[in-house]
């Protein structure tokens, strides 16, 4: 049965189900395969429990000629290309969003704004590998007019696989760091592999990239092809007559800034050169890139700038990604879902910009480095000895062996221990640190 015909029969059982708990009745269950887990296992199962077919990729699990058993080469596969055909139905734009940082955040302030005009179908959470986009790509409906997908990745080839499954006809890379260098093998692979997004919209017909155009590593992946529109976006003051401008106001600690179009636009077009002005919820420097792609693309789209302005105003931050919390002991500036040396750094930078009498942070490790991660860590600690910090905590067995007359832990048990102890008071407190490290348990205790 290829692709096709399979298709026909989702749209007969439009409903795909991955998990055998969960087996609506007349749905379609398909058995991917895990690190612990084989979903072939449970295919028979999924049946008995309201099923009305079973995708699977090992014949030995198919007992008698039961038609409701299909076999294919590869559930994994079948699933994209299952996934592809849907999206396929819908004439519509798409923008792929994916970056070293600041994809999700990006991904839900482009959501809000372009929610102002559209009916908009978004990655939920971090659903943004290749499990993650097919499910996100089956959720589009005839009602939907724009889908915004976020795509993540660990290895070369990540991006391209994920392109071809939701075919963007937008793209847009946040920016691009040192992350998951085990996977990429280095910082050129990360470049090379974030970029496969650029490669895959130069073989459409009048794609379009929202480019970032402070990263100059970014700025030289784009060359003169005819078939690619660019909209710009930059905090340079030299960009603004081919950019969308930012400039931060103020960030002590939830940023405001302003922005207008290019210059050369308002010019041309006689209208005013004036700043619009936001003040976000969200805490951060770093973050008006993500705010300027979220612009670019409301602009491109037709969304009235004032309702631009309006949802970023409006946005409140989730999931632990620059939150701000007040308890009655702390200040607590909450981003402990991902860290890698230039978000680290990141929010460090941003994190000493804040006028406060006394500051602590409590940094995770990060991982996935390889043969930097030694070398990462050490930097990090170095900084951390001349930042000036009245506290800092070190979370993982990378800090370990490093000099520092930093307080050390072990794990996130070991921290919630101290603080049952002596819990910090009267601090401004950065936690900071990949979701692995579990600090995200440590603000209802502080």
């Not at 978000?343 to 009498?357: G, K, P």
């Not at 990462?376 to 000036?388: C, F, I, W």
């Not at 936690?431 to 579990?438: P, R, T, V």
């Amino acid at each position: 049965m290829d692709i096709k015909e399979l298709y026909k029969l989702y749209q007969q059982h439009p409903c795909i189900t991955t998990d055998s708990r969960d087996c609506p009745e007349g749905s379609i269950f398909l058995a991917l395969k895990g690190e612990t887990f084989d979903g072939n296992k449970f295919a028979i199962a999924a049946l008995e429990k309201g099923c009305a077919y079973a995708i699977v990729d090992d014949k030995t699990v198919i007992p008698t000629d039961d038609e409701r058993l299909i076999l294919v080469d590869d559930c994994l596969q079948t699933f994209k290309d299952l996934a592809r055909e849907h999206r396929r139905q819908f004439d519509i734009p798409v923008i792929g969003i994916t970056g070293t940082n600041g994809k999700t955040t990006t991904k839900e302030l482009i959501a809000a704004v372009l929610s102002q005009k559209y009916n908009v179908l978004y990655t939920q959470g971090n659903f943004n590998n290749d499990v993650g986009v097919p499910k996100t790509l089956f959720r589009l409906t005839k009602e939907h007019e724009i889908a915004v997908i976020e795509m993540g990745a660990s290895h070369p080839g990540d991006i391209k696989t994920l392109a071809e499954t939701a075919e963007p006809t937008c793209g847009l890379i946040t920016n691009v760091g040192k992350a998951h260098l085990l996977g990429f093998g280095s910082f050129e692979g990360v470049i090379k592999t974030k970029c496969e997004l650029y490669d895959f919209l130069r073989t459409r017909e009048d794609s379009l990239i929202f480019l970032n155009a402070d990263n100059e590593y970014l700025v030289d992946q784009i060359g003169e092809e005819e078939n690619l529109w660019i909209s710009p976006y930059s905090t340079d003051p030299e960009k603004q007559y081919t950019c969308i401008s930012g400039e931060i106001i103020a960030c002590d600690p939830f940023l405001k800034f302003r922005w207008r179009e290019p210059l050369m636009t308002l010019e041309e077009e006689g209208r005013s050169t004036k700043w619009h002005k936001v003040q976000t919820q969200l805490v951060g420097s770093y973050n008006i890139d993500n705010l300027l792609a979220a612009i670019a693309v409301g602009i491109n789209f037709g969304v009235d700038r004032k309702k631009i302005c309006a949802a970023l105003e409006e946005y409140v931050p989730s999931n632990n990604r620059s939150q701000m919390t007040v308890t009655t002991k702390n200040h607590l500036i909450v981003d402990a879902y991902n860290a890698n040396p230039t978000s680290m750094m990141a929010a460090l930078e941003n994190f000493s910009l804040i006028q406060a009498d006394r500051k602590m942070v409590i940094l995770g490790q990060m991982g996935e480095l390889g043969e930097e991660s030694d070398k990462e860590h050490r930097q990090l600690v170095s900084y951390l000895e001349s930042a000036g910090y009245d506290e800092v905590w070190l979370v993982g067995d990378n800090f370990q062996d490093i000099p520092c007359p930093f307080r050390k832990f072990h794990d996130v048990e070991a921290v919630k221990t101290a603080i049952q102890e002596h819990c910090p008071e009267d601090f401004y407190i950065l936690i900071k640190g990949s979701n692995s490290n579990k600090l995200f348990q440590l603000p209802e205790l502080l």
